[in-house]
């Protein structure tokens, strides 16, 4: 590792509680999963923490499983995890396309769901899939448990809504009646950070046809957090017309020239995207097959 | 802070006092002198720092040592036994599966852990589940000869699926 090392201070949780405790008794510190991503921005020198709470033996908050009408995965469950789980595989495949697009598999060994909501960087693969699927962030602290909605959870860049000493538990995601849809745009297929990511839901389901939640559009690496795109949504609700669509899309957006692309590709592409989903699911596209 | 940490090495146990910040590829090469374990990118992208920690593949410079207390590691040092190279170490010679070798433990540790997961036994399949081993030589194809061949030997061509969860 080429980062002075000097400073850092590394705790172990021996149990939830006792990791509640610590991040109580420890402001500023970071829970870690994997070390995916911290290990990688420490060696850039961009990390200005210096304690970390190994979160990786609580195998508690690694269960992938069924608690009624919505899935619980825990905080640590890995990609490989959600991979090979029957449950995601029947309840949000999309979830599992996400997952397999992360690294290589050494990655997706060791990176967890958990990890990529609280790095809550833009471009995080899974993000747009949880924005889509309305799902639910379970946390925890000395004070308790409390849910927050995934779609009130980041509040701007790489900000989100917990309190300094809240652990992320599990994410909860509710049954979605509808055709699911995934597409990562990266510079090659395998170990790329998206240029441009979208998830998207269109429920079939006919007592569902009156909700304009029927139709539910995410898109990362376009602002500074995921985003849903609710006027996008709305304008398809309303008349289905994908030429009004996209200029609405195109003007609820915020992409910006970076590292990996420009802001013009991606309003190209985020288009794009739009248009290919709704030429593959909207009502008309079916009629005419 | 200094920490003591149990951890069996290519079936050899270890005792180590080590520094909590250590990396399991600085404990490796620098404390163990291990250093069949290469250290490319030191940032998860590259690969060819892969060991296997109770038998997954994992880049090990994303890991810290005092995390894996307990847990068994497996190295290119530790994968033949006594004087016989292992399938998949005779199949890399025999098809010319390197240019430089720098990257070639870690795509032989990633093979390896490949072979004890549930992907499909296909071509798609093998180059999917080889894709976080990078080589800038360009040997992949004779790479995927290599872990075919190892396949076929091993009888384990039909697809087979298990669950992990």
């Given at each position: ?40 921005s420490l060696n850039f020198g961009t990390l ?99 849910r927050i909605s995934f779609n009130m959870f ?97 003007s609820e957006i915020q992409p910006i020239d ?32 | ?165």
């Open positions: 590792m080429r980062a002075a090392l000097s400073t850092l201070k590394f705790l172990e949780a021996g149990s939830l509680s006792h990791a509640f405790k610590i991040m109580k008794t420890h402001p500023g510190i970071m829970p870690t999963a994997g070390c995916t991503d911290i290990y990688v200005k923490v210096r304690e970390f709470l190994n979160l990786w033996g609580l195998s508690e908050l690694r269960k992938i499983q069924m608690k009624g009408d919505y899935l619980s995965i825990g905080s640590l469950a890995t990609y490989t995890q959600i991979i090979h789980s029957d449950s995601v595989k029947k309840w949000i495949p999309m979830l599992i396309q996400a997952s397999s697009s992360i690294g290589g598999m050494q990655i997706q060994n060791r990176g967890t769901l958990g990890g990529n909501i609280g790095n809550g960087s833009p471009a995080g693969d899974t993000l747009p899939v949880l924005a889509a699927a309305e799902a639910v962030v379970v946390l925890g602290s000395t004070e308790g448990i409390r980041y509040t701007g860049y790489r900000k989100n809504a917990m309190n300094p000493e809240e652990l992320i538990l599990s994410v909860e995601i509710p049954r979605i009646k509808s055709q699911q849809w995934y597409r990562k745009v990266g510079t090659r297929a395998a170990q790329a950070i998206s240029k441009i990511v979208m998830a998207a839901v269109l429920s079939k389901d006919p007592e569902e046809q009156q909700d304009p939640r029927r139709i539910r559009i995410a898109f990362g690496s376009l602002a500074p957090t995921v985003i849903r795109a609710f006027r996008t949504e709305t304008a398809l609700a309303e008349n289905g017309n994908i030429t009004e669509a996209q200029k609405t899309l195109l970076d590292i990996r692309s420009t802001a013009l590709y991606r309003q190209t592409v985020a288009a794009n995207l739009l248009a290919e989903w709704w030429g593959k699911v909207s009502p008309r596209s079916l009629i005419k097959s | 802070m200094e920490l003591t940490v149990t951890l069996e090495i290519n079936e050899k146990k270890h005792v180590l006092t080590l520094d909590s910040r250590t990396t399991l590829l600085d404990l490796l090469r620098e404390e163990l002198h291990l250093t069949g374990t290469k250290k490319g990118c030191d940032h998860g992208q590259c690969g060819t720092c892969t060991i296997l920690l109770d038998g997954k593949r994992v880049n090990s410079c994303l890991i810290l040592a005092a995390s894996a207390d307990q847990k068994s590691i497996t190295t290119i040092e530790g994968l033949s036994s006594s004087n016989s190279l292992h399938p998949l170490q005779k199949a890399f010679i025999s098809h010319d599966a390197l240019q430089c070798g720098y990257c070639t433990p870690g795509q032989i540790l990633s093979a390896a852990g490949f072979l004890n997961e549930p992907w499909e036994r296909t071509t798609e399949g093998i180059k999917e589940g080889m894709s976080g081993n990078l080589c800038r030589c360009g040997a992949y194809p004779n790479i995927l000869t290599a872990v075919q061949e190892v396949l076929e030997n091993q009888k384990l061509l039909n697809p087979q699926k298990a669950s992990h969860s």
